[in-house]
């Protein structure tokens, strides 16, 4: 099992920075992939960024260059490290953990923290 629990939200004006924090914990050496997924009003859950040992790192196209993630392996966090805010970045951001094992992905979600960017 693995838990993982968001912190860093908040309420920052356009063009502003926020970092978020996902701390992780449990089974930690058996993720394969964390992230940073994020769910507005009325819309679904899309992936943010991403980030694996083999894969290295991914992020969505409305976020490149503006947002960054790393991993403190020493902490067993994930960071994500966002720039030049926008309206459009608010949303509840969720952290997640994927295990992959006997042909079967897991999931881990947080509980969420809001990002709210006033223009």
């Known amino acids: 099992q693995v838990q993982v629990a968001e912190s860093g939200g908040g309420l920052v004006q356009a063009g502003g920075s926020l970092r978020l924090s996902c701390a992780a914990s449990?089974?930690?050496?058996?993720?394969?992939?964390m992230g940073w997924y994020r769910q507005a009003p009325g819309k679904q859950r899309d992936m943010v960024a991403t980030?694996?040992?083999?894969?290295?790192?991914a992020y969505a196209d409305s976020v490149k260059g503006r947002f960054t993630i790393s991993i403190d392996h020493a902490k067993n966090t994930v960071n994500l490290q966002m720039i030049s805010l926008k309206p459009e970045d608010t949303a509840v951001y969720y952290c997640?953990?994927?295990?992959?094992?006997?042909?079967?992905?897991?999931?881990?979600w947080g509980q969420g923290t809001q990002v709210t960017v006033s223009s």
């Open positions: 997640n953990a994927k295990h992959y094992a006997a042909g079967t992905w897991y999931e881990y």
């Open positions: 449990g089974s930690t050496d058996s993720i394969n992939v």
């Open positions: 980030i694996s040992s083999t894969d290295g790192t």
